[in-house]
């Protein structure tokens, strides 16, 4: 019984051993195989991709382009523009973009401001709240006229990263080269805004009458300027071939401006002036006669159609742009 109980021991213990050399044997093939590959194998201090194709590096672009502006409260823009860069990496270009907001079109909001005609009551028999002529809008037909535009747009110079770049694949079938880049530079836009105008004659010492010339024209009367501010975005870049691609890009460019063409911020400065009676949080587009206090209860204001009136506005695009790669020939790496 003892000698069975000693063999079945040594045969324990055999067993042990080998398993403790096998398991010795593998961790050190393994990392001896991991050593050999990261110092003698064929991929060591190899670049990440052989022969790839630098689509931007020692190129220029140009690219005509359009767009449309997003979010707009009256009116919308399309916008036709060229952007011209010059990459002097894969990664960094530098260039410059020029826009023109060439056609206008008044948005929902507008056309319900120049069609509408009242509330009806009875059966559509009579209407009520019809619309009156006042300071902010002499005219109802005339609504988009005094509305604020966009017109020519600089973006100059203009700094283009690209930190991405790769293959899409369409459907798992058709594989495309693109990248994502990001833009940013100062920006000169030019905006057509209402004509400062101010509903108190100070010659004649009377508020204007609402059917007076001076305030119909005033509804027409147009000044142009240029907005100072910075233009920035993102864009997906599709390459055709080796020199032609489509872009899709947002553009933003935030300022303030008056859109409405009407009196939005001038009550709190204004009021009381030229003998007007104080009106602290009264509407500011009440207009009041300087002869006398006004009665009991009685808002009074003075209406200024000015810088005063402009508020701020995140002003966006989209931008669809087709480009050509000059040399038409790209580098290849090594």
Aim: hydrophobic share 40%.
């Amino acid at each position: 019984m003892d000698n069975q109980n000693s063999r079945k021991g040594t045969r324990d213990m055999k067993r042990w051993v080998g398993a403790v050399s096998v398991a010795a044997v593998l961790a050190t093939s393994s990392v001896a195989g991991a050593q050999e590959v990261q110092i003698r194998g064929p991929l060591a201090n190899a670049a990440s991709c052989r022969h790839c194709v630098q689509y931007r590096a020692g190129r220029a672009m140009l690219s005509p382009s359009f767009g449309i502006s997003l979010q707009d409260d009256f009116q919308r823009s399309m916008i036709f523009g060229l952007q011209g860069a010059y990459h002097f990496t894969d990664i960094i270009g530098l260039g410059a973009y020029v826009g023109y907001a060439a056609v206008q079109i008044p948005t929902a909001l507008s056309s319900a401001a120049q069609s509408y005609a009242g509330l009806s009551r009875d059966g559509g028999m009579t209407t009520t709240n019809t619309f009156q002529p006042t300071y902010n809008v002499p005219n109802q037909a005339s609504f988009t006229q005094q509305i604020g535009s966009l017109g020519l747009m600089i973006g100059a110079p203009q700094l283009t990263l690209t930190p991405l770049r790769g293959k899409l694949a369409l459907f798992q079938n058709v594989f495309m080269d693109a990248d994502v880049y990001l833009f940013a530079s100062p920006a000169f836009i030019m905006v057509t805004e209402r004509r400062d105008f101010d509903a108190f004659d100070v010659n004649s010492g009377s508020v204007l009458g609402l059917d007076s010339q001076a305030v119909r024209d005033s509804q027409t009367n147009r000044a142009t300027r240029f907005a100072i501010t910075g233009m920035f975005g993102a864009g997906l870049n599709f390459y055709i071939n080796r020199f032609l691609s489509l872009s899709f890009e947002y553009r933003a460019y935030p300022f303030a401006w008056n859109t409405s063409g009407t009196d939005e911020n001038t009550t709190a400065s204004t009021c009381g002036a030229n003998g007007m009676a104080s009106c602290s949080g009264s509407p500011d587009y009440l207009v009041r006669p300087t002869s006398g206090a006004p009665a009991t209860g009685e808002a009074g204001g003075r209406l200024i159609i000015d810088s005063n009136d402009r508020t701020f506005r995140w002003n966006q695009m989209i931008n669809f742009s087709f480009n050509i790669f000059l040399p038409t020939a790209p580098r290849v790496g090594d």
